[in-house]
């Protein structure tokens, strides 16, 4: 199961920096390289889908990197096994002082 998270969670990721990289800073991106507003979609769909890509993938990710957390966390106590037991000493013999 922790393997294919690892595995979602790359796909994911390397999903996720190829949308970012075909995002222009200024707001273009994808979006220029069609050419005319006409084409099926249009310049603001193509905008809108981009982003809502990038909004989905990254909640995956941050969802997927929880779920894996919580399936192996190890609490950071000392285990009741490696507890040092509590042995009972023997009394001290009473005193005679009499």
Known sequence: MGTLL?????????LLVLLVLMQNPKGG???TDFGSAQQLGGVKQ?????????WSLAGVIGILSIVMTLMYHEPTGVPAEAAPQETEQPAAP???AE
């Not at 193509?46 to 990038?54: I, L, M, Q, Y």
């Open 6 to 14: 690892t595995i979602l969670i790359m796909i994911a990721s390397i």
């Open 29 to 31: 991106g994808l979006s």
């Open 46 to 54: 193509t905008n809108d889908f981009v982003e809502k890509a990038t």
């Open 94 to 96: 009473a005193s005679d």
